[in-house]
């Protein structure tokens, strides 16, 4: 089956942002201009423009035209960390402590990760709400991709806009499994709890615009004054 | 600010949904007659049916028109029931036992649910996976919006197919809050596991298409074999 025209279009404004051509913030062609560009009709250009609105990778401004989205910390935030206070208000972690890494990838990360790359960074940090740590997280990502990523520790809280803003990679979806189990000494160690307090461990692959899984995070939370809040449809 | 032309296309086929008039797996209007019926442009008409076929109210198939999305069996597990097993694969637990029960509402049920019911159904039931059991689930919906479910019992697999067609009630979207904890004495026994094992414990809140909290869930899951699975984006 050929591609339809619309999904040309669509890829076509994926590599532009992919590439950086079109940075966060820039403002697309009008339908018009895009339709006589790509040789296809408004109409065509129209319903790729939907599509990625929908994948929240533009916004339309009514009366004003299609921008790139910008990938503020507060978006980032609130899409990927999903803790929430029970009556479902989102939360503000502080960063209490972070390690940097750089070290050979395990067979089990070569695989998963895009490139099967042989080195990795590792960043190890823990995330505290009200004086208590409520969060242990440990990314990682080809070390090939995120040139100089090492260097620049301390990182800023939310990695995914300094993955967006150095490196041109745009997180767009993670897939996340999750499990209760009970700390081990060092988790426990980490979050300041007794080994033994049940946990969720979520496993997470991020996935960016152009569907290659960049990073691999292992967090444990702690789920008593906090919940993970999820939305399904 | 006044409702665009776009929602009202919306609403208007919502509340024909919802009342039934338009059965699941019945064809829509096509754009011109909407337009005419409706007063607004064939485009508007687009635009709402493309937000309609986003929430997965309604399916455009190519070259036939627009119709009632059927939620099956399979389409409301696949969305609804989140246990994989790790490698992503979806899993079928069975259901092993069943306890559907009529009584007062509590007040935090009461304050939660549409119409704040004096009285709900109460669904308890018990899913068990390669002969272990894997989730325990109770359900709360008020009894006046499913009168007769009580007397319906034993419940078919999936209530949110019974929900459609029994009540014209759609459920698109859930709202689950999750926390790790350990297996009190009631739920270690229904699990047939130790008290004190790790289990997720989920609260959920499933809306409707009116956007209504119809159904109130707490489910507990064993997470050793199987795990929680979700995307975000």
Do not use: W
Not at 15 to 39: F, K
Not at 57 to 62: A, I
Not at 118 to 146: C, K, M, Q, T
């Amino acid at each position: 089956m050929e591609r339809p025209l619309y999904r040309v279009v669509i890829d076509t404004i994926v590599e532009r942002i992919a590439s950086g051509a079109l940075p966060p913030g820039a403002m697309l062609p009008s339908e018009t201009q895009l339709g006589a560009e790509l040789g296809v009709s408004q109409g065509t250009a129209r319903k790729a423009l939907i599509e990625l609105e929908g994948r929240q990778l533009v916004q339309r401004v009514q009366g004003r035209g299609t921008f790139v989205t910008v990938r503020t910390p507060e978006t980032s935030l609130f899409n990927f960390f999903r803790l929430r206070n029970p009556d479902g208000a989102q939360v503000r972690p502080e960063l209490v402590a972070e390690h940097v890494a750089r070290r050979p990838a395990t067979p089990a990360e070569a695989a998963a990760l895009f490139g099967e790359p042989d080195e990795v960074v590792e960043v190890e940090r823990v995330r505290s709400l009200n004086g208590r740590r409520v969060a242990h997280e440990v990314s990682v990502v080809p070390a090939r991709l995120f040139p100089g990523l090492f260097e620049r520790a301390p990182l800023p809280n939310t990695l995914y806009v300094l993955y967006q803003q150095a490196y041109h990679i745009i997180i767009t979806r993670a897939e996340e499994s999750l499990r209760a189990t009970l700390a081990d000494a060092p988790v426990a160690k980490a979050l300041e709890i007794a080994p033994g307090t049940p946990v969720l461990h979520v496993e997470r692959q991020a996935i960016d615009v152009l569907d290659r899984c960049v990073e691999l995070r292992r967090s444990h939370c702690v789920t008593e004054d906090q919940v993970y809040a999820v939305s399904l449809s």
